[in-house]
């Protein structure tokens, strides 16, 4: 009842940039946080951005500078521009929010199908 769709990944050289596109929808009463993690190979899924309900952005220290994170609260979306991209970005990028739903007072955890990003050299 409630869906996250993502977009934006693709095949990029190094120092280009990608935007990804992330938005929520259905059965939705509030959104909380709404991040991007990825997951590189052989590797754990890793926090990248999020913006909290406050609208504050939070980024991991390696796209500090280089990544930025927005949000629509109007839509419930989020996108994540990725600036000067690096091979070491080359991972699937999954879209994570944080809702309630009407008459619940839960917090869930929402992740995307996830959306490829590949840096070549």
């Known amino acids: 009842q409630v869906q996250l769709v993502e977009s934006g990944g693709g095949v990029v050289q190094a120092g280009g940039s990608l935007r990804l596109s992330c938005t929520a929808s259905?059965?939705?009463?509030?959104?909380?946080?709404m991040g991007w993690y990825r997951q590189a190979p052989g590797k754990q899924r890793e926090l990248v951005a999020q913006?909290?309900?406050?609208?504050?952005?939070e980024y991991a220290a390696a796209v500090k500078g280089r990544f930025t994170i927005t949000r629509d609260f109007a839509k419930n979306a989020a996108y994540l521009h990725l600036n000067n991209l690096e091979p070491a970005d080359t991972a699937v990028y999954y879209c994570?929010?944080?809702?309630?739903?009407?008459?619940?007072?839960?917090?869930?955890?929402?992740w995307g199908q996830g959306t490829l990003v590949t840096v070549s050299s």
């Open positions: 259905g059965r939705i009463r509030s959104v909380a946080t």
């Open positions: 913006v909290l309900d406050t609208g504050k952005p």
């Open positions: 994570n929010v944080d809702l309630t739903i009407p008459y619940d007072s839960t917090l869930y955890h929402y």
